[in-house]
């Protein structure tokens, strides 16, 4: 009986001391925490043992505690939290911007953008991470070629520069003796190309006063208009004025004239020609009219054959129209 109470007693103890000195498991990662080094090397989590943990790469501590502690056989409840860094605005470059889709925090990316006139060099894109924004982009003005040289003319303006950077405005001048064609100046523009060609320069005599033929009907006479000359505005591309408007109408007026003789003198032949044919119409004597009455059809077919008019009609109406002009 005595015997049997002590082996009673005995096993309860050994229960006892087996189960208070229980090992907890392994701890459990879950989350954005992780174990620390020296957690992960420890292989036996024993009773009142601690477990410390960290936050993942990325993310922050904002509270709580790191620690656990093993309790038989069961670990205590985690208390830390974490949160994700924030990378926050990169640093400022000169003509440089961001957009950003994604905010700054950690795992977000953001859009490297260069100001007009400026390329990037670099990537596009940052991304933040654990140590901050990656890449380093940054933007490089454009620039454009070697401003090209013009013949009998010269460059009066130009930038310091060899290659003339974006906004860069070179200004060409003519030689003594020849006249300007097109844009005086051209820009270096945000693609890296000039905004317009060169001008050209052209030799006064070569542009003097050019012979035009104007024809009507069957008459033909020769004016002199002078030619257009092209003018330009920086970036408002080339327009064409007239050089003189005085010296164009007065080429019209001239040229009417010119018209108006020849028809005249076409007239008088007409004249002459249908006398000869025989006419009352032409100041005859009225005591021949019945004599030259039999040549009136010839004088009807009369006007037709002249190879320079049609009808009598049709010059009176030239005549009046440019006498009207001058």
């Not at 013949?151 to 930038?159: D, Q, R």
Request: with cysteine.
């Amino acid at each position: 009986m005595f015997c049997s109470n002590a082996w009673t007693k005995c096993l309860i103890c050994l229960i006892f001391l087996t189960s208070g000195n229980a090992e907890c498991p392994k701890p459990q990662v879950e989350g954005n925490v992780v174990l620390t080094d020296d957690a992960l090397l420890m292989n036996d989590f024993p009773e009142g043992e601690e477990a410390t943990f960290e936050c993942a790469n990325g993310y922050l501590k904002e509270q709580g505690s790191e620690r656990i502690t093993c309790t038989s056989g069961k670990w205590s409840t985690l208390k830390l939290t974490c949160k994700k860094k924030d990378c926050g605005a990169p640093r400022k470059m000169p003509h440089l911007t961001y957009e950003f889709k994604e905010g700054t925090l950690f795992g977000a990316s953001a859009r490297a953008i260069c100001d007009k006139g400026y390329q990037l060099m670099g990537p596009s894109y940052r991304q933040c991470y654990a140590i901050g924004w990656s890449g380093r982009p940054r933007c490089k003005v454009v620039t454009c070629d070697k401003p090209p040289e013009i013949m009998h003319g010269t460059i009066i303006e130009k930038p310091g520069e060899e290659l003339p950077e974006y906004g860069g405005v070179i200004q060409y001048s003519c030689n003594e003796g020849y006249t300007l064609i097109g844009n005086k100046s051209i820009e270096c523009i945000e693609d890296g190309e000039y905004n317009s060609l060169p001008p050209e320069c052209k030799d006064v005599n070569d542009i003097l006063l050019k012979p035009t033929t104007i024809s009507t009907s069957s008459i033909t006479t020769t004016s002199t208009v002078l030619p257009t000359i092209r003018v330009s505005g920086r970036n408002n591309g080339i327009g064409e004025h007239d050089t003189n408007a005085a010296t164009e109408n007065a080429a019209v007026v001239g040229s009417g004239i010119g018209t108006v003789i020849v028809s005249f003198i076409v007239i008088v032949l007409i004249t002459r020609y249908c006398k000869r044919k025989g006419s009352y119409q032409f100041g005859e004597d009225r005591s021949r009219a019945e004599e030259l009455l039999q040549f009136q059809n010839n004088y009807v077919e009369c006007l037709p054959k002249v190879p320079t008019v049609h009808t009598y009609h049709y010059i009176k109406t030239i005549i009046q129209k440019y006498v009207s002009l001058s």
